[in-house]
């Protein structure tokens, strides 16, 4: 299981702040990725590589990143802060 | 609310409250003698952006990851010119048109040193920096959308000058 945060339009979308994943570790962040596709199926946009950034551990991480199941993981749009 | 990273030379802080410049400009050049520019920039809310009727923002970031973020930036620059004072200041939650949103100072011997490294730190604060815009208007709110020019804006530091 992965704890998964989430941020700004996409915790709002879902009313949720995370998402406690049955995933199998370790995975990837593709892996997260396309099982939040599929448990959140009508939110697919969201997820879409184009659009939701991932962080692991506080660190922005592409899509090869290793994640263990004690990793802090979150989903976030595209930063619009200054 | 006020997360703040404060040491001899560099002071970040992410804070509900608001900020003085004036604070910050006697921050960036106190006892400096070595100083010969102090070069600040304070974002605003501004009235007209994605919709022309904005009356105020909704500023969240991402706790923890925010700060390291901002110290990351803060060293790259250090790395890039010869920096002695950062002062980075970014506000969150409810803002209103004319309040100030975010300010960053440096200070240096020689004035290029410190324009660069501000702009430096201005572009990759608003593209690296977890931060999320919420535009409140007269006729509802909305999530602001990612600008192609922020990204272009950063480009540029990754190609020699």
Known sequence: MIRVYFFAKIKEQLSLDFFDLDIKTPCTVFDIRKSLISEFNTYEKLFSIDYAICAVNQELSDEKKCVESNDEVAFFPPVTGG | ?161
């Open chain 2, 1 to 161: 609310m006020s997360n703040k990273t404060t040491t001899e030379n560099i002071k970040i802080s992410v804070q509900k409250s608001d900020f003085s410049i004036e604070k910050e400009n006697l921050f960036l050049s106190k006892q400096a003698p070595e100083t010969g520019a102090v070069v600040t920039f304070t974002g605003r809310v501004r009235e007209f952006s994605e919709q022309p009727d904005v009356t105020g923002l909704f500023l969240e970031h991402y706790p923890g990851m925010t700060e390291k973020s901002l110290k990351r930036i803060i060293e790259q620059a250090q790395q890039r010119w010869d920096i002695q004072r950062i002062s980075v200041i970014h506000r969150i939650g409810s803002l209103a048109v004319e309040d100030q949103i975010v300010f960053v100072g440096v200070s240096s011997a020689h004035r290029e040193a410190a324009f660069e490294a501000a702009r430096y730190i201005m572009d990759y604060l608003k593209t690296e920096a977890p931060f999320w815009k919420k535009e409140i208007t007269r006729s509802g709110e909305h999530w602001v959308e990612a600008r192609e020019k922020d990204q272009a804006a950063r480009a540029r530091w990754s190609t020699p000058d």
